[in-house]
T-cell receptor, first 111, second 114 residues
Framework: TQLLEQSPQFLSIQEGENLTVYCNSS?????LQWYRQEPGEGPVLLVT?????EVKKLKRLTFQFGDARKDSSLHITAAQPGDTGLYLC???????????FGAGTQVVVTP | DSGVTQTPKHLITATGQRVTLRCSPRSGDLSVYWYQQSLDQGLQFLIQYYNGEERAKGNILERFSAQQFPDLHSELNLSSLELGDSALYFC?????????????FGPGTRLTVL
């Protein structure tokens, strides 16, 4: 089993601050996805990274896949209250299309 | 709206009972995944179907079973329910593009076992 560890578990910041969430594993993933989930709803896919060292930007969100494809980070610049949610990373391992999810990082952005 | 539908939205039942959760994938998606999300376990992969055939199995209990029908909708059957089965159950469907599997999640079914 490929275990994905996310840190921190919880992050509370003020509007306008920056934050970084980490997703780490000892295993190599063929791809890694980031999702955001709001209470009572299903996770929503934000991005998929495939190549080691890949960096993707989605407005104020920057995603990076580690060179060895074992870890990833999500950086949010100038966070807004709308960024509040549970951020989940999911790694695609041995089986095609089978994803292992991390426990998530709960982000709270206060005005 | 992801395009994935799940019914019912809420389900309250008693221990020992059996329930069926239903999922309709996005139009054109052949893969359906089932996940269980609880406060202490996070999002746990249960099972995946592709075009009617079981493709991958995760942490699915023997009391649980699933199937995908010719019209691609899927059902998750939970039997001999226990208090610990109370959780959110999500279905996701995926589009496979250049070997990338991008999952789209439904709104979930909240199961409460009393």
């Amino acid at each position: 089993t490929q275990l994905l560890e996310q840190s921190p578990q919880f992050l509370s910041i003020q509007e306008g601050e920056n934050l970084t969430v980490y997703c780490n594993s000892s295993s190599v993933f063929s791809s890694l996805q980031w999702y955001r989930q709001e209470p009572g709803e299903g996770p929503v896919l934000l991005v998929t990274v495939v190549t080691g060292g890949e960096v993707k930007k989605l407005k104020r969100l920057t995603f990076q896949f580690g060179d060895a494809r074992k870890d990833s980070s999500l950086h949010i610049t100038a966070a807004q209250p709308g960024d509040t949610g549970l951020y989940l990373c999911a790694g695609e391992g041995d089986s095609w299309g089978k994803f292992q999810f991390g426990a998530g990082t709960q982000v709270v952005v206060t005005p | 709206d992801s395009g994935v539908t799940q019914t019912p939205k809420h389900l309250i039942t008693a221990t020992g009972q059996r329930v069926t959760l239903r999922c309709s994938p996005r139009s054109g998606d052949l893969s359906v995944y089932w996940y269980q999300q609880s406060l202490d376990q996070g999002l746990q992969f249960l099972i995946q179907y592709y075009n009617g055939e079981e493709r991958a199995k995760g942490n699915i209990l023997e009391r649980f079973s699933a199937q995908q029908f010719p019209d691609l909708h899927s059902e998750l059957n939970l039997s001999s329910l226990e208090l610990g089965d109370s959780a959110l159950y999500f279905c996701a469907s995926s589009v496979e593009s250049n070997r990338r599997y991008e999952q789209f999640f439904g709104p979930g079914t909240r199961l409460t076992v009393l």
